[in-house]
């Protein structure tokens, strides 16, 4: 079965670091970009950027970028969003998701099950 | 950025109905369109993607359409379980945008 599995549930401090991670089984690693989106709570969807774990090609949102740090472990098969001082503004759920060919016409065909991060004194 | 717009941002329909909700791009996207489908507490589900095609797994039910600027998303008859949030999403950009969502509920 082809799944992405997110890490758990994070409280944090504003200030403090982070680093979330996204797990990849059932298929081809390498083969596939790994996006990141964003859900604050009641809202819509954000995309933040996305990485190929293959070569490690990373792309941001411009909104997103130098906020976040995306990267993968192609060797255990996992993406990572992290942060380096958290703002409550971040507290959010995060989704990473697989897309086969960003910029070819393919969508984001397999999502995790999202990792909610609450940022708050 | 390419900002995407969907109307309406909300929509009251009843089981059977014919629904069709709207995504309008800032400029060209050519067919790099893809819609999603979110439940609530739940990720969101791939649709639609290159504007037209049905993902694998998807009801038929469901259809999209357009190029360039303008497309639609339609549920030829509304069952139970497509009351939802739609959004749409291009990637004809490097930074990908979704449109703001359209709530469908049951009226």
């Known amino acids: 079965e082809v799944q992405l599995v997110q890490s758990g549930a994070e409280v944090k401090k504003p200030g403090e670091s982070l680093k979330i991670s996204c797990k990849g089984s059932g298929y081809s690693f390498t083969s596939y970009w790994i996006g990141w989106v964003r859900q604050m709570p009641g809202k819509g969807l954000e995309w933040m950027g996305i990485?190929?774990?293959?070569?490690?090609?990373?792309r941001y949102s411009p909104s997103f970028q130098g906020q976040v740090t995306i990267s993968a472990d192609k060797s255990i098969s996992t993406a990572y969003l992290q942060w380096s001082s958290l703002k409550a503004s971040d507290t959010a759920m995060y989704y990473c998701?697989?897309?086969?060919?960003?910029?070819?016409?393919?969508?984001?065909?397999?999502w995790g099950q999202g990792t909610t991060v609450t940022v708050s004194s | 950025d390419i900002q995407m717009t969907q109307s309406p941002s909300s929509l009251s329909a009843s089981v059977g109905d014919r629904v069709t909700i709207t995504c309008r791009a800032s400029q060209s996207i050519s067919s790099y369109l893809n819609w999603y489908q979110q439940k609530p507490g739940k990720a969101p589900k791939l649709l639609i993607y290159?504007?037209?095609s049905l993902q694998s797994g998807v009801p038929s039910r469901f259809s999209g359409s357009g190029s360039g600027t303008d497309f639609t998303l339609t549920i030829s008859s509304l069952q139970p379980e497509d009351f939802a949030t739609y959004y749409c999403?291009?990637?004809?950009?490097?930074?990908?945008?979704f449109g703001q969502g359209t709530k469908l509920e049951i009226k």
């Open positions: 290159a504007a037209s």
């Open positions: 999403q291009q990637s004809y950009s490097t930074s990908v945008t």
């Open positions: 998701a697989r897309q086969p060919a960003p910029w070819a016409g393919h969508g984001m065909d397999v």
């Open positions: 990485i190929y774990p293959g070569d490690s090609d990373t």
